[in-house]
């Protein structure tokens, strides 16, 4: 059983197109973070949220956490060809914090 | 700016062999992490290290995997011996303490493994 669930797994739109991606648990986290990883290279943090209800915005993109911070959201506004990658969610569980990531929702953006 | 380097970045092997992955973490970094991700797949934490000592290493298979960081910098994971499940990008990732939640991990550009 996957404790971050993310929706949806592929996403393809077009350059201009605003979309958001879902990242869900029915885990209380404590933080839950975000992160873009571009083919053959390591995830790089976007985010990290830790108060529920919270709302980020890192240029065209906003990151919101939920109440009861169990999920996370992910919107972006005219996407762009830069925008592709995988999307990934984590959180830290058990003593060590070790981050959980979700299975990660793969974006393309086509010119 | 500081970045975590790994080596090599691409592995080829046959079943049966021994691999070895190199990881150097961000200076002043004290703890190391290494992740395997499976295609189509997140990042699965394998081994934590806090300096020189393991935190969590519950799921590392400890009958083919190793890693050390002996003297609390760089870090090497060995597998012996390769399997064609093992086939992943292997991912070192640095932070500057244990992480308490909100704790920035620092990833490396990976190792894509792949055992024939």
């Known amino acids: 059983t996957q404790l971050l669930e993310q929706s949806p797994q592929f996403l393809s739109i077009q350059e201009g197109e605003n979309l958001t991606v879902y990242c869900n648990s029915s885990s209380v986290f404590s933080s839950l973070q975000w992160y873009r990883q571009e083919p053959g290279e390591g995830p790089v943090l976007l985010v990290t949220v830790v108060t529920g209800g919270e709302v980020k915005k890192l240029k065209r993109l906003t990151f919101q956490f939920g109440d009861a911070r169990k999920d996370s959201s992910l919107h972006i506004t005219a996407a762009q060809p830069g925008d592709t990658g995988l999307y990934l969610c984590a959180g830290p569980r058990g003593s060590n914090y070790k981050l959980t990531f979700g299975k990660g929702t793969l974006l393309t953006v086509n010119p | 700016e500081a970045e975590v380097a790994q080596s090599p970045r691409y592995k080829i092997t046959e079943k049966s062999q021994a691999v070895a992955f190199w990881c150097d973490p961000i200076?002043?970094?004290?703890?190391l992490y290494w992740y395997r991700q499976i295609l189509g797949q997140g990042p699965e934490l394998l081994v934590q290290?806090?300096?020189?000592?393991?935190?969590?290493d519950s799921q590392l298979p400890k009958d083919r995997f190793s890693a050390e960081r002996l003297k609390g910098v760089d870090s090497t994971l060995k597998i012996q011996p390769a399997e064609l499940g093992d086939s992943a990008m292997y991912l070192c990732?640095?932070?500057?303490?244990?992480?308490?939640?909100?704790?920035?991990?620092?990833f490396g550009p990976g190792t894509r493994l792949t055992v024939l």
């Open positions: 990732a640095s932070s500057l303490w244990l992480a308490g939640g909100t704790d920035t991990q620092y």
């Open positions: 290290f806090q300096d020189e000592s393991v935190v969590d």
């Open positions: 200076s002043g970094h004290a703890t």
